[in-house]
């Protein structure tokens, strides 16, 4: 398990392919959330500083994450906190609204639609990735379902530590370890959000 940021993880898979010279060949990579592009938080400001250098490296990115408007419905569903209404980037693909519910000390605003899965396996077909980053990879409801809707490589990070014995058994009554096995490639921000 590599600590090292993604795009190391990603620069040491893919150096073979240039033998050690020159740039690397030009990828298309996804970059997936669970968490709500609107409500701002650590995962999404990583995933877009890795876009803005995975971009800036002439790569073909698209991210993938829930953008919740502005409107009454998104207050109710997050506690009466208003969602941000900043410029949505060119490389995002909207995957429907996102619930709030309390998580680790904070508020976790992740997917919940089936409409946002559906939304999800179209692009990645449609998308012929060279390589899926999973953020958060047991978080409902995108990285879950990719972790067995998808044939490409698989890069994981896991960005949070639980110890909820509820939530973690859940997870693991449901196959978490059987679908994290999937991963080529497992990346965490800080021991102790590795998993075991």
Not at 160 to 171: H, K, L, P, Q, R
């Amino acid at each position: 398990m590599g600590h090292e940021p993604a795009a190391c993880a990603f620069t040491a898979r893919f150096h073979a392919a240039t033998g050690g010279r020159g740039k690397l060949p030009r990828m298309r990579i996804a970059l997936v959330s669970p968490y709500s592009w609107t409500y701002p938080g650590g995962v999404t400001r990583h995933i877009e500083a890795l876009a803005t250098q995975y971009e800036s490296s002439g790569h073909d990115v698209r991210v993938l994450s829930p953008v919740d408007p502005d409107d009454r419905f998104a207050a109710r569903m997050h506690r009466g906190a208003r969602p941000a209404s900043p410029e949505l980037p060119e490389y995002l693909i909207g995957l429907g609204r996102t619930l709030g519910f309390p998580s680790n000390g904070a508020v976790s605003n992740v997917a919940y639609t089936p409409t946002g899965v559906g939304i999800l396996r179209r692009e990645l077909r449609a998308g012929n990735f060279d390589v899926i980053h999973l953020h958060e990879p047991v978080a409902p409801a995108p990285c879950w379902d990719t972790l067995c809707a998808s044939d490409a490589p698989l890069v994981g990070t896991f960005h949070c530590y639980s110890d909820n014995v509820v939530s973690n058994n859940v997870a693991n009554l449901m196959g978490a370890r059987r679908r994290l096995n999937r991963l080529h490639v497992r990346i965490a921000v800080s021991e102790a959000a590795a998993p075991p």
